[in-house]
């Protein structure tokens, strides 16, 4: 079998994704960051002027609607993408509407009152889950930067390492449960979910991407970053996966936890702060992965929406069904390869 090409499949699984599901959805936000950063990698103007387009309803308050759940209002500016791009320099009128949506972040939004993380829309302020990291930590540190605001940063900061302090299982090699008080009051949920290891990684992978080198925060953030990966690391499959349940490789391989902690080891290698021998397990799960990807960019064993099933046990979590080209699953496929394209990973033979 041939070679494939890392940014061409990257490409590929974001059309599968616009083809069959809307954008007006926090999975949308997913793949639309992961299409900003494919454009900026890639140096394809066709492809900035596609996300930008893209983005252009929701910069006109035309998507999520007053009858759509929408847990964090970022999402109707188009979240982590918009950010993303004003920060690159390639989405100047997008100012007003991030500086508006991480205010409103910052001084409207829920919290659980003894930790300050944000709480889950329409529930208690107590119910919190991991989800959030990604939802709120991108966006407001490329606000920050963006906007020369340092209280969007250390935000984003707090909200990535109260999340991680809070869910961390120290008998799991310091991988993440995902939520609290869902499965009763003040009550963990068992799992180690693969997706929610792969949402708590995305928003410490960018502060390690993005965080200027003298930053105070930096070492703390570099810490949180390599020591949640390392615990994934600990439980990377003989494909270079991850398993829905992380711990327990009997539970089906999950593509879309796989491919955000395949991201974030690609930035940890870029940044060099994690070993550089790391390499050969970032090359092996991207061939693995390849498995579960088809030629026109459907993507396999997705696990559907999941937010705490049952009663919260492993085998609660481990019997949620996958789902063929699921929404959750374009996103992390593209995040991660085209990450391995900036690492200089050109392409990758099929196993």
């Known amino acids: 079998m041939h070679a494939v090409d890392c940014l061409e499949l990257s490409e590929k699984v974001l059309n599968r994704h616009y083809a069959i599901h809307p954008l007006d959805h926090y999975t949308g936000v997913v793949s639309l960051h992961a299409a900003a950063r494919l454009a900026v990698i890639s140096g394809n103007p066709a492809i900035l002027s596609d996300v930008k387009e893209k983005l252009q309803p929701f910069l006109n308050e035309e998507c999520f609607n007053k009858n759509q759940h929408c847990s964090y209002l970022n999402y109707r500016c188009g979240g982590n993408a918009t950010a993303f791009l004003l920060a690159q320099g390639l989405l100047p009128e997008a100012a007003d509407n991030v500086r508006r949506y ?3 972040l910052i001084h409207e939004a829920r919290r659980d009152p003894d930790s300050g993380i944000y709480s889950m829309k329409n529930k208690t302020d107590k119910h919190i889950w991991i989800d959030s990291v990604f939802a709120v930590t991108p ?6 930067l963006t906007l020369n605001e340092d209280i969007y940063i250390e935000e984003a900061f707090q909200q990535a390492k109260k999340m991680l302090d809070i869910f ?12 609290r ?7 963990f949920s068992e799992d180690h979910w693969s997706r929610g290891n792969g949402w708590g990684l995305y928003g410490s992978t960018e502060l390690v991407n993005y965080l200027p080198d003298n930053d105070p925060r930096r070492p703390e953030a570099e810490k949180l970053f390599r020591d949640h990966l390392k615990g994934c690391l600990h439980y990377q499959d003989d494909q270079g996966l991850w398993r829905q349940e992380i711990t327990d490789h009997s539970s089906y391989v999950e593509t879309s936890g796989s491919g955000l902690i395949l991201y974030a080891l690609g930035v940890g290698l ?4 994690i070993e550089a021998e790391h390499m050969n397990d970032l090359i092996r799960g991207l061939r693995g992965y390849l498995a579960y990807i088809a030629h026109d960019g459907s993507v396999f064993h997705c696990c559907r929406g999941c937010l705490c099933p049952g009663d919260g046990s492993i085998e609660a979590y481990k019997n949620v069904p996958w789902i063929m080209n699921d929404p959750h699953a374009f996103g992390p496929a593209a995040l991660a390869f085209a990450q391995a394209c900036k690492l200089g ?3 990758i033979d099929p196993q």
């Open 102 to 104: 991480a205010e409103e």
């Open 139 to 144: 966006f407001l540190l490329f606000a920050g």
């Open 270 to 273: 870029e940044k060099k702060v």
């Open 168 to 179: 961390r299982d120290p008998e799991a090699h310091g991988i993440m449960h995902q939520s």
């Open 345 to 347: 990973i050109k392409s």
């Open 181 to 187: 008080d869902f499965a009763g009051v003040g009550k």
